[in-house]
């Protein structure tokens, strides 16, 4: 979403690419001071209470049983809301 907002697919609009990055380094930070990383495993442990590996079906089975299906895309709509957030901050 920055990307879209600040960016530019003119791969020589260097100052497009240096703002976009330091407001996604500031997405970065703000998500991390929420969950205490930025690792899907590490938030699976902080949301859930474990990892889950989906390449096994007990665990894919127990993701679903455990309110994986819940929690987790609550992760990404804070992700989205970060996003939302730093982009009507900076536009002009």
């Known amino acids: 979403a920055l990307g879209l907002e600040f960016g530019s697919a003119n791969?020589?609009?260097?100052?497009?690419y240096?703002?976009?990055?330091?407001?996604?380094k500031e997405?970065?930070?703000k998500f991390r001071e929420i969950?205490?990383?930025?690792?899907?495993?590490?938030?699976?442990n902080k949301v859930l209470g474990r990892k889950y590996d989906?390449?096994?079906?007990?665990?894919?089975?127990a993701w679903?049983?455990?309110g994986?299906?819940?929690?987790c895309p609550r992760v990404c709509a804070?992700?989205?809301a970060l996003a939302a957030e730093i982009i009507l901050e900076h536009r002009k």
């Open 68 to 71: 994986g299906l819940d929690r």
């Open 27 to 29: 997405l970065f930070l």
């Open 78 to 80: 804070t992700a989205a």
């Open 35 to 44: 969950y205490g990383t930025v690792n899907c495993i590490e938030i699976q």
């Open 54 to 61: 989906f390449t096994i079906e007990a665990d894919r089975d």
């Open 64 to 66: 679903y049983a455990e």
């Open 11 to 16: 791969m020589r609009a260097f100052d497009k």
């Open 18 to 24: 240096v703002d976009t990055m330091s407001l996604s």
